[in-house]
């Protein structure tokens, strides 16, 4: 795809598999998302490479809390460590972070340590670089709809605006997931309403450079059409 097409692209990941990929190889849960965390390392990078305006991780559900308290607490340190120790590189990379999700339900010192990281990323105009932690995509529409204050807020772009947080509110083009489950797991619902949905076999720590781009390949094949008719046929 043309470099000026892809720096105003989306994509959202849906990062699953990882515990699949440690039973596979007869290791713990926990070894699995640390493959993952390197997973995420390498697709950042990439995407900056590649281009691309918005990448969107989907990090941590707020229905993975229902997980086994040890799960959780592993994947907590995981995600604390990753801000800690990214930073300089995001910044070095041009990257600029920001976390989505709820922050109070975080353990202790962990939302300081997302506004730092933000903080210090905040110049960063080659990629915008989104990680969902405690994220639910109904509760954010639910969110939104608490703030509504006037009639604007009421108008598509006024309510995005609402849900993301963000001036100029994009919406997903390419959502990816990992793992063979084709499902949204209340990732994005609103932002995806005409998003390309892939799905691929390939388990999360498995996926890097190589994947990402052939999801682009695949993407740029694709017919958007958001309803109207193909050129060629709109005569
Ligand atoms: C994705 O991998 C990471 C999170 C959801 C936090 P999983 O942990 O869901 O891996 P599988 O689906 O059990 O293989
Ligand atoms: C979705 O994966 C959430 C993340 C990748 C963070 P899950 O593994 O939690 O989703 P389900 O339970 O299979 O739908
Ligand atoms: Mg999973």
């Known amino acids: 795809m043309q470099s000026n097409l892809l720096?105003?692209?989306?994509?959202?990941?849906?990062?699953d598999g990882n515990g699949r990929w440690a039973?596979?190889?007869?290791?713990?849960?926990?070894?699995?998302?640390?493959?993952?965390?390197?997973?995420?390392?390498?697709v950042v990078e990439a995407a900056v490479d590649q281009g691309i305006g918005t990448l969107s991780l989907y990090a941590f559900s707020s229905?993975?809390?229902r997980r086994p308290s040890a799960e959780v607490a592993l994947l907590m340190r995981l995600l604390s460590r990753y801000l800690r120790s990214e930073v300089a590189k995001l910044v070095e990379n041009g990257v600029r972070l920001k976390v989505i999700?709820?922050?109070?339900?975080?353990p202790g010192g962990m939302a300081a340590e997302i506004t730092r990281a933000e903080t210090a990323t905040a110049s960063g105009t080659k990629l915008d670089l989104r990680i969902a932690i405690d994220y639910s995509g109904?509760?954010?529409?639910?969110?939104?709809?608490s703030r509504i204050s006037c009639p604007d807020d009421l108008t598509r772009d006024g309510f995005a605006r609402l849900i993301t947080g963000e001036l100029e509110a994009r919406d997903v083009d390419l959502?990816?997931?990992?793992?063979?489950?084709?499902?949204?797991?209340?990732?994005?619902?609103?932002e995806c309403a005409y998003a390309e949905l892939y799905f691929t076999d390939c388990l999360w720590p498995d996926f890097g450079p190589a994947q990402l781009q052939?999801?682009?390949q695949e993407f740029s094949r694709r017919d958007r059409r958001f309803g109207a008719l193909v050129a060629s046929t709109a005569a």
């Open 7 to 15: 720096s105003k692209l989306h994509v959202g990941i849906i990062m």
């Open 23 to 42: 039973q596979a190889r007869g290791l713990s849960r926990g070894r699995g998302h640390e493959a993952g965390v390197e997973t995420v390392q390498q």
């Open 63 to 65: 229905d993975n809390w």
């Open 101 to 106: 999700g709820r922050r109070d339900r975080l």
């Open 138 to 145: 109904r509760d954010a529409i639910l969110q939104a709809a």
């Open 175 to 190: 959502l990816i997931r990992t793992s063979g489950e084709q499902r949204l797991s209340d990732f994005m619902l609103w």
């Open 214 to 216: 052939a999801a682009l």
